[in-house]
């Protein structure tokens, strides 16, 4: 199918952006010379120190995954039914560890072996990722297989489910308790929270791996090195397609996306509408995002009681409604005053507070961000074809 119909094509994109800033920040780092450290109680790393985590790690896997292969057959007789989209994850740490051994993601072309129901980078005969690193998500799952079939060749798979995965969890907790390399081992200790302790949930272990990977090494190393610079052209494009995919999805979130429409309609990208696989030009994309955007907020005002007449943030429920309207009208014809239009209403809900960290932006406020962003860019939606 094609790349750009594929629903992990975002992902895709996201992580060559996130893999390319931390091969710039490693390269950054060895240029230095020097180590770092964020704090006296943690570790002072050099970029050697680095690379023998990852190297470690990786041994770790390997043996990880050569105890499920050879004591537990079903994994290397059954074809990846795992590999589905969502099963793979690219987390800070991968994308500093594929830096660190430089080596790349799979460079997919523009038709791919995958459908729409098998992770992006599966292919017929396996797994595209490289073998010096496998993300850790991909490389800590394990199931427990079809007990009702029978596999030769495995040694202590257990008549049942619980019997295979106490053998399992037995055989991969002793890799990890004599691979896991020291500087894990005093996170250990240091958190009361034994890595082993989550293995019975495949999922959870590559969560507490990841956890702690970032509170010893990624946290300290993104204060020194960021890995949210600034963006070079390739990925602002790669950026552009990634937004196009998820415009339409969730146009009701916070960001960018109708700029990123437009960078992506200068790169000549085709741009995909929502639930559609064919292409549209970018207004027909902005007016698909906003509809979305105008519905959700609707069935958000009719499942939340706001109080009567009330919007909640300061203005009549009565104005919303008819913010929502004018909102509606605008990108239904893109008219010549449409501007104006917006910054009457923008004005409305210029003073509402953006979220706290973490919190999710209040309705006024979401509202605010979606006018601006039209208004913002209007004279080059007016002007596109
Ligand atoms: S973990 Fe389970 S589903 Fe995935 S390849 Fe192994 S046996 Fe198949
Ligand atoms: S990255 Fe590889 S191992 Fe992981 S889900 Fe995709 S195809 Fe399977």
């Known amino acids: 199918m094609r790349l750009t119909q594929h629903p992990e094509c975002a992902r895709y994109i996201g992580a060559g952006a996130l893999v390319a800033q931390a091969k710039r920040s490693i390269s950054a780092w060895r240029a230095s010379g020097k180590p770092f450290t964020a704090g006296s109680h943690l570790p002072c790393w050099h970029v050697g120190d680095a690379e023998a985590l990852v190297k470690s790690l990786a041994d770790m896997f390997g043996e990880y995954n050569r105890v499920m292969w050879e004591c537990f057959p079903y994994c290397r007789h059954c074809d990846g039914g795992c590999c589905v989209p ?131 090494f990624v946290q300290p190393f993104v204060a020194w090195y960021p890995l949210d610079g600034v963006l070079e052209a390739d990925e602002r494009t790669a950026l552009a397609q990634e937004s196009a995919i998820w415009t339409g999805r969730d146009a009701s979130v916070e960001g960018d996306w109708i700029g990123a429409l437009l960078e992506l309609a200068d790169a000549g990208v085709a741009v995909v509408a929502s639930g559609s696989s064919s292409s549209c030009d970018v207004r027909c994309a902005v007016r698909d995002g906003i509809m979305e955007f105008v519905a959700g907020l609707m069935t958000e005002l009719d499942e939340v009681d706001i109080g009567e007449g009330s919007s909640g943030f300061g203005i009549s429920l009565d104005q919303l409604l008819a913010d929502l309207e004018a909102l509606e009208w605008s990108v239904q014809g893109f008219p010549g005053n449409g501007a104006q239009q917006l910054a009457v209403v923008y004005g409305h809900y210029v003073t509402v507070s953006p979220p706290a960290a973490g919190e999710r932006p209040a309705l006024g406020y979401r509202m605010g961000q979606q006018v601006r962003n039209l208004w913002r860019y209007w004279d080059r939606l007016v002007a596109a074809v």
């Open 86 to 216: 969502d099963a793979s994850r690219v987390g800070r740490f991968d994308a500093i560890a594929l830096a660190l051994l430089d080596i790349s993601l799979p460079d997919l072309s523009e038709d791919i072996a995958a459908s729409e129901r098998r992770c992006i980078y599966h292919t017929p005969t396996g797994c595209t990722w490289p073998a010096g690193w496998h993300n850790i998500k991909c490389w800590s799952f394990y199931c427990l297989g079809d007990l009702s079939a029978s596999v030769d060749g495995g040694s202590n798979q257990g008549s049942s489910i619980w019997e295979r995965q106490a053998a399992l969890t037995h055989e991969l907790a002793h890799v990890v308790q004599s691979s896991l390399p020291d500087v894990l081992r005093d996170h250990e200790r240091a958190s009361d929270d034994a890595l082993v302790a989550h293995l019975s949930d495949p999922v959870d272990f590559a969560q507490a791996l990841d956890r702690a990977l970032d509170e010893v």
